[in-house]
């Protein structure tokens, strides 16, 4: 890989999970796409990606391309420091696809109020805390940072007073998992 294409390490596995939740199949030219990978360093990835609990990916030789076969654990066997970072990929995982945030202009918070209906908004920031419970700030800031790094758009929107993010950046969805894998999904048939 050349110099100039490096990426961090997170941001490269989240990217990786980006891909193989947005299509059925991830062939490699798709994945490639994103930025330059050797088979080695793509199968170490999609183990991670295993480990951390977020997706269990297989490769179909029909079908050319990998696909997610299931949602695994978390490996708590994994050496101390290997552990800290799959948590971690496992949390910001989990916020490019569960973050909330309740779009709602300050004033209407106001006036909200002010009619007697006291109504508690979420915020980008209290979804975070009630995601994980007991992380500092600063985590969050860090975990914030990193999904701004990868193109996710997490802000603090100074006229409404709160963390906000760009709905159209949370694209991922992950393609619902198949009950059962049959041959026409796994030949890329189906």
């Not at 654990?73 to 949390?91: D, M, Q, T, Y």
């Not at 991922?172 to 890329?188: N, Q, S």
Request: net charge negative; hydrophobic share 35%; proline share 4%.
């Amino acid at each position: 890989m050349k110099e100039k294409n490096k990426m961090p390490r997170l941001e490269r596995q989240l990217r990786l999970y980006e891909v193989i939740c947005r299509y059925d199949i991830a062939q490699f030219s798709d994945i490639c796409e994103v930025f330059p990978y050797s088979m080695r360093l793509l199968q170490r990835d999609l183990a991670d990606l295993r480990d951390a609990g977020l997706a269990s990916v297989k490769y179909s030789r029909k079908g050319k391309g990998y696909f997610i076969t299931g949602i695994p654990k978390l490996n708590e066997k994994a050496a101390p420091c290997k552990k800290a970072h799959l948590k971690r990929l496992n949390r910001l995982g989990r916020l490019m696809s569960e973050l909330e945030n309740e779009d709602i202009p300050l004033w209407e918070k106001k006036d909200n109020e002010e009619d007697g209906e006291v109504r508690e908004y979420v915020t980008a920031k209290d979804s975070y805390n009630q995601m994980f419970p007991g992380l500092s700030e600063r985590t969050r800031q860090r975990d914030f940072e990193v999904l701004c790094n990868i193109g996710y758009q997490v802000f603090y929107n100074f006229s409404d007073h709160c963390f906000s993010w760009d709905e159209d950046s949370f694209t991922l969805a992950c393609k619902p998992l198949r009950e059962e894998i049959d041959d026409d999904f796994v030949d890329g048939t189906w």
